[in-house]
Each structure stands twice: as structure tokens, then as C-alpha cells.
């Protein structure tokens, strides 16, 4: 009966890290729309808009003429860069929310790409206050993506798998390069790579692409993914800002093909929801996709362990801080709104899980 029971025992104490490595791996990608701090960054002139009103006041015409220098006079921006009061009470608020938010995930995600975050700072308070205990011990955010025809935001990714080798920023339409369409600098791509938990290398692309130049800016990842071999597991997830029309005619699905790149079945089509509405059209579209490598698709033959569940695929609507409701009970994302602080995001966050293969 004694050995019974230590048999018990030691498998009761063994199975623990059996299941752990057997346990899904999943990637959310969550635009958080602006998430800046509340402290003026010297190099980047157009994160003055973030700034409380009374920081705004103290320095007067100063400000009015910082912001008339980027954005036409009377616009709605430069409203926005006189107007806004981006205090320490809607930072925290828009930070403490957004740890609600994803805490209140069925999963809590093991990566998760960030695009619109200011700045490490903004990560390191996201993970260390909002996100305490969860174990995100991977931050990054390089800050590059300061230029003058954007306002410095830069995609960041937190993580609880850890890094392998250094994380880098890629340009898109710097000055070396093609750029047949004009296309101004945007924010970097960044690329980091991931100690899967049985020790299998996964290549994440955190990507962000500005809806004018959304197809060029896809050219310039798939450059980036054919640098990596073939049989390689790479993800690129992010807002690559297509939308649904770009899919109904073909646009999205051929430069997906052109970089070897799955995308869920999920995203083909306009149905309700995406990740994002836009009010203009009233149509929704999957703005935030995670694409994957042939390596990572289930049917196909493949020395990768693992393999990405295309049809886990989905937005992950689980607070009600997500959510706003329109005159005709019709549910829409929830942008923060700084005048009450409430709100989360205008867009919404995408999930997907990647299992062992058996
Ligand atoms: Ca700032
Ligand atoms: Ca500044
Ligand atoms: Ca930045």
C-alpha cells in the first residue's frame, strides 16, 4: 500500500510538467490605441498632445505653436493636441483597464503584440502594475518608430516565454529600399524571437502597417519573412490595418500567398464582428490578423512540434469595458474616451492557440 501511494505521489508530482509542456501556446494581438504616458518626450515633438491640460497651459503659446507645426490648424488633431487632458488619472485608468481587460481572457495570453504603445516605459507599467503576477518576463519595445509623419508609436510585445537572441526593428519606407507608391515611414515592424516550451524556436513579426500604404508595407514583411528559412516558425500578428473589401477582392489573400503565408478562415469575409468597426461604412473587418508559416499549418508535413489551431482563431470580447452599445442595441469596441475614462480600445483583441502535434 506504502509503494502505492509513493507511486501516486510521484506521478501526482510528475504530470504537472507533462501537461505543462502540452499545454497550448496562444498569441493575442491587442491594438490599445494610444497608450502614452504622461511625460513629454524630447525627441518626439507629437507626443505633446498627450499631455495633461494643465502641463498643456503651463507652457502656452508654445504648445499652440508645437501643435500647429504638425497638424493643419483647425483639424481635428490639432484640436485634439490643445484640447486633451492626458493626465495621470486617465494613464492609469487606460492602463489599469487594460490589465482588466486582459486578465479577464478565458487564457491569459503567453504572447501578446502590442501595437500603439508609446514607449518600454508604458510596457514595464502595463506588465509591473496592471499585469503583476502573470508572469510577463519578456518586455519589449525598442521605441523607434519616432518620425515626423507619425506620432512615435511603436508596437511592443510582452511575453512569458523567454527571448532568444536579441529582438530588432525592421524599417518600413525608410530611405534605402523600393517605395514605388511614396509610401512615408512608418512604424517599425519588430521581430522578436521566442523559446517555445520545449525548447523549438518561434519568429514573432510584430506588425502595424498604416492603412495608406498597408499593401506595400505587407511587401516589406514577406522581404523579411524569406529571410528566414523555409521550414521556420514564424507568426506575424498585428493590425496590418486591411480591411474587409481588401479581402472580398483578393488583395490581402495574394500577398499573403506571395510570403508562404495562413491566415485563419475566420477573417474571409465582412461578417460581424472583426476587430474593428468603422463607422463611415458602418462595416466591420478584421484590421488585427496572426498569420502563420507553412511549418505551423496542421496539414501539411512538417518538423515543427507544433502547429497552429487556424480555427481557434478569434476575438476575445470578455469585459464589459470592451464594449459599447449603439442606439440600436448593436455591440461595437469601446474606445477609451480620457473625458471619463472609460473605454478600452476601438479595436478589438485576436487570439490564437498553437498545439503539440501528436
Ligand atoms: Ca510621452
Ligand atoms: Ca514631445
Ligand atoms: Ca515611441
Not at 498627450?50 to 507645426?69: F, I, T
Not at 528566414?228 to 488583395?251: R, S
Not at 500567398?257 to 472583426?274: D, F, H, K, L, T
Not at 502563420?292 to 487556424?310: I, M
Request: aromatic residues 8%; negative net charge; contains cysteine.
Amino acid at each position: 500500500m506504502k509503494s502505492l501511494l509513493l507511486g501516486a505521489t510521484i506521478i501526482g508530482l510528475a504530470m504537472p510538467t507533462a501537461l505543462a509542456q502540452d499545454k497550448p501556446v496562444t498569441i493575442v494581438s491587442y491594438n490599445v490605441q494610444n497608450l502614452f504616458d504622461t511625460i513629454d518626450d524630447e525627441n518626439n515633438p507629437r507626443d505633446d498632445t498627450y499631455l495633461s491640460k494643465e502641463a498643456k497651459e503651463a507652457r502656452g503659446k508654445d504648445h499652440e505653436d508645437a501643435c500647429e507645426s504638425y497638424n493643419d490648424k483647425g483639424s481635428h488633431y490639432y484640436k485634439q493636441c490643445i484640447e486633451l487632458n492626458w493626465g495621470e488619472e486617465s494613464y492609469k485608468q487606460k492602463l489599469m483597464t487594460l490589465g482588466a481587460v486582459i486578465r479577464s481572457f478565458p487564457e491569459t495570453p503567453d504572447i501578446l503584440v502590442l501595437p500603439e504603445t508609446e514607449n518600454k516605459k508604458v510596457l514595464d507599467d502595463l506588465v509591473n502594475k496592471a499585469l503583476a503576477g502573470l508572469d510577463y518576463t519578456s518586455v519589449i519595445q525598442l521605441d523607434t518608430s519616432n518620425n515626423e509623419h507619425n506620432r512615435g508609436i511603436d508596437v511592443g510585445i510582452i511575453s512569458r516565454l523567454p527571448l532568444k537572441g536579441e529582438p530588432e526593428t525592421i524599417k518600413v519606407f525608410g530611405e534605402d529600399g523600393d517605395n514605388p507608391h511614396d509610401c512615408q515611414p512608418t512604424r517599425d515592424i519588430v521581430k522578436a524571437q521566442f523559446e517555445m516550451p520545449d525548447g523549438e524556436t518561434m519568429h514573432v513579426f510584430g506588425v502595424h502597417s498604416a492603412y495608406q500604404c498597408r499593401k506595400d508595407a505587407m511587401e516589406v514583411l514577406n522581404k523579411e519573412r524569406a529571410k528566414l528559412p523555409d521550414d521556420a516558425n514564424v507568426v506575424a500578428a498585428g493590425d496590418f490595418n486591411f480591411n474587409c473589401t481588401d479581402i472580398q477582392n483578393g488583395e490581402f489573400q495574394a500577398l499573403a500567398r506571395e510570403g508562404n503565408w495562413s491566415y485563419p478562415p475566420e477573417i474571409v469575409g465582412c461578417a460581424a464582428p472583426g476587430s474593428a468597426f468603422y463607422y463611415k461604412d458602418q462595416s466591420w473587418s478584421f484590421l488585427d490578423m496572426i498569420l502563420v508559416s507553412g511549418a505551423l499549418r496542421p496539414d501539411q508535413d512538417s518538423n515543427s512540434t507544433w502547429f497552429a489551431d487556424l480555427g481557434s482563431f478569434h476575438t476575445v470580447v470578455t469585459h464589459p469595458s470592451q464594449y459599447a452599445q449603439d442606439a440600436r442595441n448593436r455591440v461595437r469596441p469601446k474606445r477609451f474616451n480620457p473625458d471619463n475614462n472609460q473605454g478600452a480600445s476601438d479595436h478589438w483583441p485576436v487570439l490564437m492557440r498553437f498545439l503539440k502535434r501528436f
